[in-house]
């Protein structure tokens, strides 16, 4: 579905490159988990020239229902990509993306490798131990969370190194 532009733009700004910009990443992202309507809007605010969008111009820009809207920036919010602001003075409210979304969205997600990783070690345990043939296909998972959960906290610590340096 094609949506509107949500602004006029800067000159050289290719309007129909954005919109295809905007559908084809998002169904990348959708494609590889996330729910589809969550990486539209994600894809929309990302290539949006103003800085924040209220759930109205969300829901025009993507051709979507207010509902649509509300669902996703929701699930978006939990994941660290959303901002929700209220607009002083107003019973409306905007939504941005954080300054630093990626390194948001890697921290919220990257709890999960620690629990992922401590489940399928009580997992082992009750498959019999990792001699067992269900104990150790269970190991495997569990060391490669843990493994995962080891190298984020340094990853993200370069991430920080190099974007302060760019």
Avoid: C
Wanted: aromatic share 8%; hydrophobic share 45%.
């Amino acid at each position: 579905m094609a949506q509107k532009p949500t602004t006029n733009g800067p000159p050289g700004r290719d309007e129909d490159g954005v919109r295809r910009f905007v559908e084809h990443t998002a169904m990348t992202f959708a494609n590889y988990g996330m729910p589809r309507m969550a990486a539209r809007v994600l894809m929309l605010l990302m290539a949006a020239e103003e800085s924040t969008l209220t759930a109205a111009e969300i829901a025009d820009g993507l051709a979507i229902s207010p509902a649509a809207v509300s669902g996703s920036v929701r699930y978006l919010q939990q994941l660290g990509l959303v901002v929700k602001e209220p607009v002083p003075g107003s019973r409306r409210d905007v939504y941005r993306l954080p300054d630093d979304a990626w390194y948001q969205g890697a921290m919220v997600k990257g709890g999960i490798f620690a629990v992922v990783g401590k489940l399928a070690a009580e997992g082992v345990e009750a498959a019999g131990g990792r001699g067992t043939v269900a104990g150790g296909r269970i190991a495997e998972m569990a060391d490669f969370y843990a493994f995962i959960q080891d190298e984020m906290a340094g990853l993200l610590e370069r991430w920080e190194a190099r974007r302060g340096s760019v």
